[in-house]
Nanobody
Framework: VQLQASGGGLVQAGGSLRLSCAGSGRSFSRYTMGWFRQAPGKEREFVATISGVDSITVYADSVKGRFAISRDNAKSTVYLQMDSLKPEDTAVYYC????????????????WGQGTQVTVSS
């Protein structure tokens, strides 16, 4: 599956952004979809994930209550709604996919999008 992330940009603290990740290929609903982020000088970290058919979600503690992941399997797209953004949310955000199994572990994702920059100013 090929992934294309979009929706990043510059926003003030307290603002909102919605990221999208469009997938190509067959059977999008078979894939668990995840969002990860990487700030300068830091490792890529887990943000949120959603399972394929029943849309079970898991969030990192740092974004819980502020971010929401969702998916539209008919459109082969996963979303990340980000509210109450903070300067520490500044990073390149990546979407990722893996078949079937819900996981928060970066190394277990097989497919990655190109990343979209999110910058939150104070």
């Amino acid at each position: 599956v090929q992934l294309q992330a979009s929706g990043g940009g510059l926003v003030q603290a307290g603002g909102s952004l919605r990221l999208s990740c469009a997938g190509s290929g067959r059977s999008f609903s078979r894939y668990t979809m995840g969002w990860f982020r990487q700030a300068p000088g830091k490792e890529r970290e887990f943000v949120a994930t959603i399972s394929g058919v029943d849309s079970i979600t898991v969030y990192a503690d740092s974004v819980k209550g502020r971010f929401a992941i969702s998916r539209d399997n008919a459109k082969s797209t996963v979303y990340l709604q980000m509210d109450s953004l903070k300067p520490e949310d500044t990073a390149v955000y990546y979407c990722a996919a893996r078949a079937l199994v819900l996981t928060t572990t970066r190394e277990e994702y097989n497919y990655w999008g190109q990343g979209t920059q999110v910058t939150v100013s104070s």
